[in-house]
């Protein structure tokens, strides 16, 4: 007679719970920590270049990261607007900050900077980490992180820039305002644009995605669309403070002009970066400074477009990622800087948030991925090193 075995029972797994956050926390961590080591590591191999016999010290490597408009905005904080004509032209967020950061930490106003800066790069990180997994999942999360500080422009996070400070309010903005929590992103675009001028652009993406929220007529409409209507008080109440201490409300737009900003029409300035390549070798600063530039913004707009067409296009839902970043290549394309047109485009870049959400799901093929990041990781240390000899190149 046969006999009957009964199989063991399977053992009762309990599920796994995601926790987000943690997550994007800890990736953030991890990303930032990789790049610091790496920036460290070129800030003081650097010097064997220069013939130095020793490496530098921390202090010097702080130093050399307080180049250009780094050590304006230390001196903001320092001495406040009154120092120059042109100073104005520097929002005041992250100057608060390093002389709110300098009353706790020794060191200096340049630690303190540094500090802030590397405090927002991390939490800028951990923001495109949750923006993008809230999108499109968590590998796509984990490559758009990589990919922004692998950015070859993304060592701005990590010296005493506001780059960082920026995209950690505008993407915190973003997905708040995704999930519904209106007054916060009001409050996040308006830190924002206290932070820089380009912060107001934060209003149309963000009235886009409450209008397809809530539905498109008017009376549907809530009390706290009101929150949108916050994003431009940052630059509002630095135009006051402009009027009351600097005679003109207008201070830092004509601070601006001193350093020779001026506005086209969208495109003429990358047709005039173009041009004035014209006439000089191909490895002339001149030409380099043009190809960074206007091939930057150029490939920053490639990717918006795939964000719109083809097999990695965006849904429909997803609209107000696009009209970010369009709008922010828009602005790139149409401004002049002093001698050189679109001088800081290649970094202003990085404010376009969804090329790097297109460009995290183009790289779930292994190769692009690995690409993406070695070109961007090995261009980053040579534009690290450039901005250290303080080259024009790159400022």
Same mark, same amino acid.
């Given at each position: /007679?046969?006999?009957?075995?009964?199989? !063991?029972?399977?053992? +009762?797994?309990?599920? %796994? %719970?995601?926790?987000?956050?943690?997550?994007?926390?800890?990736?953030?961590?991890?990303?930032?920590?990789?790049?610091?080591?790496?920036?460290?590591?070129?800030?003081?191999?650097?010097?064997?270049? *220069?013939?130095?016999?020793?490496?530098?010290?921390?202090?010097?490597?702080?130093?050399?990261?307080?180049?250009?408009? =780094?050590?304006?905005? $230390?001196?903001?904080?320092?001495? &406040?607007?009154?120092?120059?004509?042109?100073? !104005?032209?520097?929002?005041?967020?992250?100057?608060?900050?390093?002389?709110?950061?300098?009353?706790?930490?020794?060191?200096?106003?340049?630690?303190?900077?540094?500090?802030?800066?590397?405090?927002?790069?991390?939490g800028a990180l951990v923001m495109l980490h949750r923006?993008?997994?809230?999108?499109?999942? !968590?590998?796509?999360?984990?490559?758009?992180?990589?990919?922004?500080?692998?950015?070859? /422009?993304?060592?701005?996070?990590?010296?005493?820039?506001?780059?960082?400070?920026?995209?950690?309010?505008?993407?915190?903005?973003?997905?708040?305002?995704?999930?519904?929590?209106?007054?916060? =992103?009001?409050?996040?675009?308006?830190?924002?644009?206290?932070? *820089?001028?380009?912060?107001?652009?934060? @209003?149309?993406?963000?009235?886009?995605?409450?209008?397809?929220? @809530?539905?498109?007529?008017?009376?549907?409409?809530?009390?706290?669309?009101?929150?949108?209507?916050?994003?431009?008080? &940052?630059?509002?109440?630095?135009?006051?403070?402009?009027?009351?201490?600097?005679?003109?409300?207008?201070?830092?737009?004509?601070?601006?002009?001193?350093? &020779?900003?001026?506005?086209? +029409?969208?495109?003429?300035?990358?047709?005039?970066?173009?041009?004035?390549?014209?006439?000089?070798?191909?490895?002339?600063?001149?030409?380099? &400074?043009?190809?960074?530039?206007?091939?930057? @913004?150029?490939?920053?707009?490639?990717?918006?477009?795939?964000? %719109?067409?083809? *097999?990695?296009?965006?849904?429909?839902?997803?609209?107000?990622? @696009?009209?970010?970043? =369009?709008?922010?290549?828009?602005?790139?394309?149409?401004?002049?800087?002093?001698?050189?047109? /679109?001088?800081?485009?290649?970094?202003?870049?990085?404010?376009?948030? =969804?090329?790097?959400?297109?460009?995290? *799901?183009?790289g779930s093929r292994p190769t692009v991925d690995r690409? %993406?990041?070695?070109?961007? $990781?090995?261009?980053?240390?040579?534009?690290? +090193?450039?901005?250290?000899?303080?080259?024009?190149?790159?400022?």
């Amino acid at each position: /007679m046969e006999t009957l075995t009964l199989a !063991p029972p399977r053992p +009762v797994t309990a599920p %796994v %719970v995601r926790q987000p956050w943690r997550t994007a926390t800890r990736t953030g961590f991890a990303v930032w920590a990789t790049l610091t080591v790496l920036h460290l590591a070129v800030s003081a191999l650097a010097a064997l270049s *220069r013939g130095e016999n020793d490496a530098p010290g921390l202090w010097s490597i702080g130093l050399a990261w307080n180049g250009w408009d =780094a050590g304006h905005y $230390v001196r903001i904080a320092e001495e &406040g607007y009154h120092i120059g004509p042109g100073f !104005p032209a520097f929002f005041p967020l992250y100057p608060l900050l390093i002389r709110s950061f300098d009353v706790i930490l020794p060191g200096g106003p340049l630690i303190s900077a540094l500090v802030v800066a590397n405090l927002a790069a991390w939490g800028a990180l951990v923001m495109l980490h949750r923006l993008a997994d809230h999108e499109f999942g !968590p590998k796509v999360a984990q490559r758009a992180t990589w990919y922004l500080a692998a950015f070859p /422009m993304g060592f701005y996070l990590f010296i005493g820039y506001n780059e960082s400070l920026f995209l950690l309010l505008a993407i915190g903005a973003l997905y708040a305002g995704r999930r519904g929590h209106w007054w916060l =992103a009001g409050v996040l675009g308006g830190l924002s644009s206290a932070t *820089r001028l380009f912060g107001v652009l934060l @209003v149309l993406p963000l009235a886009i995605e409450y209008l397809r929220q @809530v539905g498109w007529r008017p009376r549907l409409l809530r009390a706290d669309v009101l929150g949108i209507a916050v994003v431009p008080l &940052g630059a509002v109440a630095y135009s006051v403070y402009c009027a009351i201490e600097l005679g003109s409300p207008l201070a830092f737009s004509i601070a601006q002009d001193q350093w &020779g900003r001026q506005y086209t +029409v969208p495109g003429g300035a990358w047709v005039t970066a173009i041009q004035q390549a014209g006439g000089h070798r191909v490895l002339h600063p001149a030409t380099i &400074g043009a190809v960074l530039d206007a091939g930057t @913004v150029l490939i920053g707009a490639v990717l918006l477009i795939l964000c %719109v067409v083809g *097999r990695f296009k965006f849904r429909r839902d997803q609209v107000y990622l @696009v009209a970010q970043g =369009a709008v922010t290549l828009v602005m790139l394309l149409s401004t002049e800087v002093g001698g050189r047109s /679109m001088q800081s485009a290649a970094r202003y870049t990085m404010e376009a948030v =969804a090329i790097f959400l297109v460009l995290a *799901r183009i790289g779930s093929r292994p190769t692009v991925d690995r690409a %993406v990041v070695v070109i961007g $990781v090995g261009l980053q240390a040579v534009l690290l +090193v450039v901005f250290m000899s303080g080259a024009f190149l790159v400022a």
